[in-house]
């Protein structure tokens, strides 16, 4: 549109009256370390809540993503399919696409989950393969999330910084940008590099260390 303005005569710019989308800058995150989040979770006193919690923290899913699970979405493999996206807009609920393409995929979650995952639905009286799992709202979600950290003696953080904390845990675990990209359903690499480049601090130093190591332990050539 500006290269119309300037070179096709066009009389302004009509784009301009929408603002510029997005943040220039996205909101600091704040992170729990899995001890903060043991204490938080042990807060909490509803089993339904307690285990959305415990699956945004060890899978790194969306809130959106977790609110339209459905039982089919839980594969007898202990993998979760991620393809829809729960959203309530004026009193109606959406399920969406999701945000992209690579956010529609399928995660492994350890057996600890899965088995409470079956646990929990096995106490839905009638509950059908396509209704959802959890009945809340994400801004439910947002409330609980103060209501036990402060209980826990916690500084409260967003419901999406849980999934910051899991990006943190699989960084400090030592899983590659590439393997936490696809888990977490990032469009690219990148994305990834440039949300949490902070948290390697000493990446380089650990890879300078690894090649020390490694030229120690060539054999010595023969005088």
């Given at each position: 549109?500006?290269?119309?303005?300037?070179?096709?005569?066009?009389?302004?710019?009509p784009?301009?009256?929408?603002?510029?989308?997005?943040?220039?800058?996205?909101?600091?995150?704040?992170?729990?370390?899995?001890?903060?989040?043991?204490?938080?979770?042990?807060?909490?006193?509803?089993?339904?809540?307690?285990?959305?919690f415990d699956?945004?923290?060890?899978?790194?899913?969306?809130?959106?993503?977790?609110?339209?699970?459905?039982?089919?979405?839980?594969?007898?493999t202990?993998?979760?399919?991620?393809?829809?996206?729960?959203?309530?807009?004026?009193?109606?609920?959406?399920?969406?696409?999701?945000?992209?393409?690579?956010?529609?995929r399928?995660?492994?979650?350890?057996?600890?989950?899965?088995?409470?995952?079956?646990?929990?639905?096995?106490?839905?009286?009638?509950?059908?393969?396509?209704?959802?799992?959890?009945?809340?709202t994400?801004?439910?979600?947002e409330?609980?999330?103060?209501?036990?950290?402060?209980?826990?003696?916690?500084?409260?953080?967003?419901?999406?910084?849980?999934?910051?904390?899991?990006?943190?845990?699989?960084?400090?675990?030592?899983?590659?940008?590439?393997?936490?990209?696809?888990?977490?359903?990032?469009?690219?690499?990148?994305?990834?590099?440039?949300?949490?480049?902070?948290?390697y601090?000493d990446k380089?130093?650990?890879?300078?260390?690894?090649l020390?190591?490694?030229?120690k332990?060539?054999?010595?050539?023969?005088?």
């Open positions: 549109m500006n290269y119309a303005v300037t070179h096709y005569s066009l009389a302004f710019n784009c301009k009256a929408a603002g510029s989308m997005g943040k220039s800058k996205a909101e600091e995150m704040h992170i729990w370390t899995q001890e903060q989040y043991e204490k938080f979770s042990g807060a909490i006193q509803k089993s339904s809540v307690k285990l959305a699956m945004l923290f060890y899978t790194g899913m969306r809130s959106g993503e977790l609110l339209a699970l459905t039982p089919a979405d839980i594969l007898p202990k993998r979760v399919d991620i393809n829809k996206n729960y959203a309530k807009v004026k009193g109606e609920e959406l399920f969406l696409e999701p945000k992209t393409p690579k956010a529609k399928c995660i492994s979650i350890p057996d600890f989950l899965y088995d409470d995952i079956h646990e929990y639905i096995s106490k839905l009286y009638g509950i059908g393969k396509g209704d959802r799992i959890f009945y809340f994400k801004s439910a979600l409330k609980e999330i103060k209501r036990a950290s402060e209980k826990a003696g916690l500084q409260p953080i967003r419901v999406h910084d849980l999934r910051h904390s899991h990006a943190s845990m699989l960084i400090e675990l030592g899983f590659s940008p590439l393997e936490i990209a696809d888990r977490l359903g990032h469009e690219s690499v990148k994305t990834t590099l440039d949300t949490y480049s902070h948290l601090p380089d130093q650990k890879l300078a260390d690894r020390n190591q490694f030229r332990t060539l054999p010595e050539e023969n005088p």
